[in-house]
């Protein structure tokens, strides 16, 4: 491969092959700002002005997908011209609340990308709270997964307001177009270095069935298809809402200290006590757990700006403990051994499976998605470490920063969770049908997560009250 030329990797291809015309697969990322140390608004002006100072930061800001036969499964990313006028625009928000922002989100998270540009693109909010302003940025899931996003929005931002974030310019293009025959022979060049693709795969099938067959608390773990189909997974179409809340890092914290629980622990069975309320208030079953699926990064120490290097674990959310204390303890302790078991298993079967066979697992999703009794998950989490103060952009402060992911059949209900701060921002996608209030869903795990504070109380050992583990 050139410096021209990008492959995606089976992961990416499958972030790519999911999309449909109900089913947009860019992700939102939102940067609330304060310009009080500006002196003024922002401007799309502005926008256009500094942009291409840093465009370099990240490879996929100046590629696009480029498809053909022989290369269809696993699609190149190539050099494409940047028109700044195709990438950035400007809305007013039709309320200054956070409610007018979350509209806004919401009907971007319906416009999908266009395809044959580079996959993203920055809408400036104006109208917010206290002269606030916000920028959205849309990113393909094919080219950046939450920790890459996470890290580009680092190298574009600094820890203090005296400081400028240093810009890269993308680097020159190649003045020869890179041709059909070009790829194909590319790819015929990756596939004769992969020949040995199948049997590694099955190798690596054997080995991650070993692994869980061996592994001594697998009951604890969901299985496939294991989840009771619910009213979160209801065929929504095209549609999207977006909702968007905190939570109080130094309270989640504390639970954690009391209960022995991690925070991702306390994250879950907050989200469990409010997916047992939602049920309740729907008719659903609650005697039974529900399960989540989030992903487990490779390497979380990673400074990468592109590319999907998490790998899926499930965890059972226990919506049948009316205890909030067994909830968290059960929560807490599924998520433990989801991690772990995921990570014994490691990355090797699923990147395997991507690069053989990228587009059958959106296929079956496609043909199965609506119709089976049982599925993998009634909700998809992320819980991403972000940074501990506030970042800035020269004299321009970010406030707030949310993420919302894709909202994927069966599990058309996504919560997003980043700490910046001393907050945990929440940032939930949904079709209307699976979730008509996602602001009340949101506001239920805030009020679990009060719940879960008071029952665990002030209690402080290196054991923790639950002896969770």
Request: hydrophobic content about 40%; overall charge neutral; glycine content about 8%.
């Amino acid at each position: 491969m050139t410096e021209q030329v990008h492959r995606l990797t089976g992961p990416d291809a499958l972030m790519l092959h999911l999309e449909d015309d109900q089913t947009p697969m860019h992700t939102l990322k939102v940067a609330v700002l304060d310009t009080a140390r500006l002196c003024r608004a922002i401007t799309l002006a502005d926008l256009h002005r500094l942009v291409p100072e840093y465009l370099g930061i990240a490879p996929w800001t100046t590629r696009r997908f480029a498809t053909g036969r022989g290369y269809g499964g696993r699609p190149f990313l190539v050099d494409a011209p940047v028109e700044l006028e195709h990438h950035l625009d400007e809305v007013h928000a039709p309320t200054p609340d956070r409610a007018g922002l979350d509209a806004v989100c919401a009907d971007l998270a319906e416009r999908r990308l266009d395809r044959g540009r580079p996959p993203w693109a920055i809408t400036l909010v104006h109208g917010l709270e206290n002269g606030r302003q916000a920028l959205v940025v849309r990113v393909h899931h094919a080219v950046a997964d939450g920790l890459a996003a996470l890290n580009t929005f680092l190298a574009l931002t600094t820890d203090s307001p005296e400081v400028l974030p240093a810009g890269e310019r993308a680097r020159t293009a190649s003045a020869a177009a890179t041709t059909g025959a070009d790829l194909r022979r590319a790819a015929h060049q990756d596939r004769m270095a992969a020949r040995g693709g199948l049997p590694a795969a099955v190798r690596a099938a054997r080995a991650s069935r070993r692994v869980s067959r061996a592994y001594a608390e697998k009951e604890l773990v969901p299985g496939t298809l294991s989840a009771p189909r619910t009213s979160f997974n209801r065929n929504g179409g095209g549609e999207r809402v977006c909702a968007s809340g905190d939570l109080d890092l130094a309270l989640v914290k504390q639970v954690g200290r009391a209960s022995g629980a991690t925070l991702n622990g306390v994250l879950h069975a907050a989200i469990a006590g409010a997916m047992r309320a939602e049920y309740t208030a729907r008719g659903d079953r609650t005697d039974v757990p529900a399960v989540a699926t989030f992903g487990v990064a490779d390497d979380v120490k990673t400074t990468r700006t592109s590319g999907n290097q998490i790998t899926a674990a499930s965890v059972y959310l226990h919506v049948e403990e009316a205890d909030p204390l067994v909830r968290l303890e059960r929560t807490s302790r599924a998520c433990l051994h989801g991690v772990a078991l995921r990570r014994e298993r490691g990355p090797a079967l699923t990147r395997a499976l991507g690069d053989l066979v990228p587009r059958v697992g959106p296929y079956l999703r496609t043909v199965f998605a609506h119709r089976l009794p049982r599925i993998l998950n009634n909700i998809t989490t992320a819980n991403v470490p972000g940074p501990r103060t506030h970042r800035f952009a020269g004299p321009v402060e970010v406030v707030d920063w949310i993420s919302y992911a894709v909202a994927v059949a069966p599990a058309e209900v996504n919560l997003t969770v980043y700490s910046y701060g001393e907050r945990m921002t929440m940032g939930l996608v949904a079709t209307p049908r699976s979730m008509p209030d996602p602001a009340a869903f949101l506001r239920r795990v805030a009020e679990e997560l009060d719940v879960l504070a008071a029952a665990v109380g002030p209690v402080e050992s290196p054991e923790g009250l639950l002896a969770v583990s």
